[in-house]
């Protein structure tokens, strides 16, 4: 289901349409941060698959384009380690999809992926490398 959107660039001043597919089959997003002393998040130890489940916080942007300013959300879940995936108790909204959940002391457990579906860090990792 594709749908067009306006978008303004911020850097050219360019005003442009873009085409969204609504699925999500064509996810892309790009930040530009500004400013100093940013350091980067470490990943978690592998979670066990013991049924248990695990307090994480999804750190997201809000979706939607031409934003000159995006402000991280925080949304707290129960995620719960399913064979080689993480499932959690309640869907991720449109557009956050990519974000980290993060645990408690603020390691990454898993990338969001859609609906209650991440991809545990382990697994992400292996593409790093």
Do not use: W
Request: net charge negative; hydrophobic share 40%; with cysteine.
């Amino acid at each position: 289901n594709k749908q067009e959107q306006d978008y303004h660039d911020q850097d050219s001043g360019a005003d442009e349409k873009i085409e969204l597919d609504s699925s999500g089959a064509d996810d892309v997003s790009i930040l530009q941060l500004t400013g100093s002393g940013f350091s980067p998040l470490s990943f978690a130890d592998p979670v066990a698959d013991n049924g248990g489940d695990v307090k994480a916080a999804l750190l997201s942007f809000p979706y939607g384009l031409s934003q000159p300013l995006a402000v991280p959300q925080v949304n707290f879940f129960k995620a719960t380690v399913s064979g080689s995936s993480m499932l959690l108790d309640q869907a991720v909204n449109t557009g956050e999809s990519g974000a980290p959940l993060v645990t408690i002391d603020g390691k990454v457990l898993a990338i969001a992926e859609s609906g209650k579906d991440c991809v545990p860090i382990s697994a992400v990792r292996d593409f790093m490398q």
